[in-house]
């Protein structure tokens, strides 16, 4: 299991994924799980964190299906956990059969905790047909700003990013310059902040706390394409 400090980042078939590996460096990686947006489903990119010692964070589980698990499984992988970007059904659909396959924690921005319980404010209760409900067993462990998940003597630090919800956040991985920016940031564009909960007024402010990053930080989204710091600072017109 991680650690955590302070102040120190079914039924979907098989097919319709595209499994990638992206940069690395050392022990940890990160795997893309992208799926074909040529469906009227609303649906994030997910992730997988690597440590060293083959354990696994899944970030962003958007969809209820069998694969992700199958996936672990079959490359003898340990999960440590889940981790939300924030609180939006289209990331974290497959929250409960995760936590029926491995009963995984659930880690998320401690701002974002009423939301996972609050239809209105995770959107279920306009874009699923049916409301988005967790599994009441289900170990959820609010995340604070600047904490470290200690991982496999690597790290993974939260930077809070208030703006498409209160509770957004971004996690970088230093070891390998990556950054995944959940509906924070997108390749040439930003999210949406016309949510319930969201926090307009706070975008630059938290967009601050991630230009810092060297340029070539690679950017992982919640949806689309992958880019880099570099890359937004010059071509995105919401940070110009």
Same mark, same amino acid.
């Given at each position: 299991m991680p650690?955590?400090?302070?102040?120190? $980042?079914?039924?979907r078939?098989?097919?319709?994924i595209?499994?990638?590996?992206?940069?690395?460096?050392?022990?940890?990686k990160?795997?893309? %799980?992208?799926? $074909?947006?040529?469906? +009227?489903?609303l649906?994030s990119n997910t992730?997988?964190?690597?440590?060293?010692n083959n354990?696994v %964070?899944?970030?962003?589980p958007s969809?209820d299906?069998?694969g992700i698990a $199958?996936?672990i499984?079959? $490359?003898?992988?340990?999960i440590?956990?889940?981790i939300?970007?924030h609180?939006?059904?289209?990331?974290?659909?497959?929250?409960?059969?995760?936590?029926n396959k %491995?009963?995984?924690?659930l880690?998320?921005?401690?701002?974002?905790?009423?939301?996972?319980?609050?239809n209105r404010?995770n959107?279920?209760f306009?874009?699923?047909?049916?409301p988005?409900?967790l599994?009441?067993?289900i170990?959820?462990?609010?995340?604070?700003?600047?904490q470290?998940?200690?991982y +496999?003597?690597?790290k993974i630090?939260?930077?809070?990013?208030p703006?498409h919800t209160?509770g957004?956040i971004?996690l970088?991985c230093?070891s390998?310059?990556?950054?995944?920016?959940? +509906?924070?940031?997108?390749?040439n564009?930003?999210g949406?902040? +016309?949510f319930?909960n969201?926090?307009?007024?706070?975008f630059?402010?938290s967009?601050?706390?991630?230009?810092?990053?060297?340029?070539?930080?690679?950017?992982?989204p919640?949806?689309?394409?992958?880019?880099?710091?570099?890359e937004?600072?010059?071509?995105?017109?919401?940070?110009?």
């Amino acid at each position: 299991m991680p650690t955590l400090s302070k102040n120190d $980042n079914s039924s979907r078939k098989e097919k319709e994924i595209k499994v990638g590996y992206a940069y690395f460096f050392l022990y940890m990686k990160i795997i893309p %799980f992208i799926y $074909n947006q040529d469906t +009227d489903d609303l649906i994030s990119n997910t992730y997988l964190i690597v440590g060293k010692n083959n354990n696994v %964070f899944v970030v962003d589980p958007s969809r209820d299906y069998d694969g992700i698990a $199958n996936f672990i499984i079959k $490359n003898e992988y340990s999960i440590s956990g889940i981790i939300l970007t924030h609180a939006h059904c289209d990331h974290m659909r497959g929250i409960n059969r995760l936590f029926n396959k %491995f009963q995984a924690k659930l880690y998320i921005g401690a701002d974002d905790l009423d939301a996972l319980y609050e239809n209105r404010f995770n959107l279920s209760f306009y874009i699923d047909e049916k409301p988005l409900k967790l599994d009441e067993e289900i170990d959820v462990i609010p995340l604070l700003d600047h904490q470290n998940l200690m991982y +496999d003597d690597e790290k993974i630090e939260v930077i809070f990013t208030p703006y498409h919800t209160k509770g957004s956040i971004c996690l970088y991985c230093p070891s390998i310059n990556s950054l995944i920016t959940g +509906d924070f940031l997108f390749k040439n564009s930003v999210g949406r902040a +016309d949510f319930l909960n969201s926090c307009p007024r706070k975008f630059y402010d938290s967009l601050a706390k991630i230009l810092f990053l060297p340029d070539n930080t690679k950017i992982y989204p919640g949806h689309g394409p992958f880019s880099t710091i570099g890359e937004e600072k010059k071509l995105n017109p919401f940070i110009k």
